[in-house]
């Protein structure tokens, strides 16, 4: 065990396992290991001459480093850098879909949705092929796929998540690249793209019966939102 301090003022702390503590990722500062026993935060299970290598073990790949005069007691924790446990942040579907392919989400793929979870705004920046479509997409998937169906009668739901791309061919690679895994998931979620060359027919009915994720372009969104029922179309947005 070990106490998280965030080195405010106040001295708040967050005690705890350092399970838990993986999915916290806003907190950086020191992991304080105290030679005292504080009651639930007795530091046992870490004592012992090599508790560098007992820090490193528990957290992962977390970057430990010492800091000042009392090495044996400090330790700077890289928090974004620690190996998130998937059971705490994928459901059961996507954990079963991941393995069923010999995979398993990727440190930025976690760190991503465990951010969206607590509302916060993440900028990402991988190479191609690190699975940023999916990481990007990851948290509408998994909270679609544990919203409650509609039930009948009640009136449609306006679109969820929305993704602007300049370039209609994006969109479209988009659209294929999210269909796989929706499919393959057997999630109810409608995936669909919105762009100049979308038939007439197709963009009435979106109106009346919104996707789930829309990949749009700029004109097109300038349209909706100009639409006399924008409001009903994007009162559901995340």
């Known amino acids: 065990r070990a106490v998280l301090d965030d080195g405010a003022a106040n001295g708040s702390r967050l005690c705890g396992r350092f399970a838990p ?14 030679d005292r026993g504080a009651g639930a935060c007795g530091p046992s299970s870490l004592r012992g001459s090599s508790l560098e290598g007992r820090i490193r073990a528990a957290v992962g790949r977390a970057s430990v480093s010492r800091l000042g005069a009392r090495p044996s007691r400090y330790y700077l924790l890289a928090v974004s850098d620690i190996a998130l446990p998937e059971s705490s942040l994928l459901p059961e579907r996507f954990r079963r879909w991941f393995a069923a392919r010999g995979w398993a989400a990727r440190p930025h793929q976690l760190r ?4 969206a979870q607590a509302g916060r705004s993440v900028l990402l920046i991988a190479p191609t092929g690190a699975g940023k479509t999916l990481a990007g997409f990851l948290p509408s998937l998994t909270e ?10 009640v009136a449609q739901r306006g679109v969820h998540t929305l993704y602007i791309s300049p370039l209609k061919a994006l969109a479209v690679d988009i659209e294929r690249n999210l269909g796989k895994p929706v499919a393959e998931m057997q999630l109810a979620i409608a995936v669909e793209t919105r762009t100049g060359d979308t038939p007439q027919h197709k963009r009435q009915r979106q109106k009346l019966a919104p996707p789930d994720i829309l990949l749009t372009t ?19 947005l995340k």
Request: charged content about 25%; proline content about 9%; some cysteine.
């Open 112 to 115: 991503l949705l465990a951010h």
């Open 144 to 153: 679609l796929a544990g919203r409650p169906k509609r039930r009948p009668g």
């Open 218 to 236: 700029p004109e097109q969104l300038a349209l909706l939102i100009s639409g006399p029922d924008a409001g009903r179309f994007f009162a559901d």
């Open 21 to 34: 503590l993986a999915g916290m990722t806003r907190w950086r500062g020191c992991i304080r290991i105290t």
